[in-house]
């Protein structure tokens, strides 16, 4: 049974930070293209960053230079550190692993983060 699961949503300041963790079971880990999405509602779902299997990185306008994606393949674990965070950057943040063409993603359930004063 593959399960991605994330933690480290909540609620922060305008300028502050959050380390999102995604901890995936039942797949070859390794072996997946791994993403962050978010969506607010009324919204289409928003990719925000990406890494490859090679650990090369992708992220959207928006978030470049304050967001970083990053994975550890021993802990098959994927991780979103969030600096400078914005009001705009409030949504629920979803994993997930793609192991490419043709093949069925996986998603997590959501983290909501919420960038407020």
């Known amino acids: 049974q593959v399960q991605l699961v994330e933690s480290g949503g909540g609620l922060v300041q305008p300028g502050g930070s959050l380390r999102l963790s995604c901890a995936a079971s039942?797949?070859?880990?390794?072996?997946?293209?791994m993403g962050w999405y978010r969506q607010v509602p009324g919204k289409p779902r928003e990719l925000v960053a990406r890494i490859s299997r090679s650990g090369i990185t992708s992220y959207v306008n928006s978030v470049r230079g304050r967001f970083t994606i990053s994975r550890d393949n021993a802990r098959n674990t994927l991780y979103l550190q969030m600096n400078s965070l914005k009001s705009d950057d409030t949504a629920v943040y979803y994993c997930?692993?793609?192991?490419?063409?043709?093949?069925?993603?996986?998603w997590g359930q959501g983290t909501q983060v919420t960038v407020s004063s």
């Open positions: 039942g797949i070859s880990f390794s072996a997946y293209i």
């Open positions: 997930n692993a793609d192991p490419g063409p043709a093949a069925t993603q996986y």
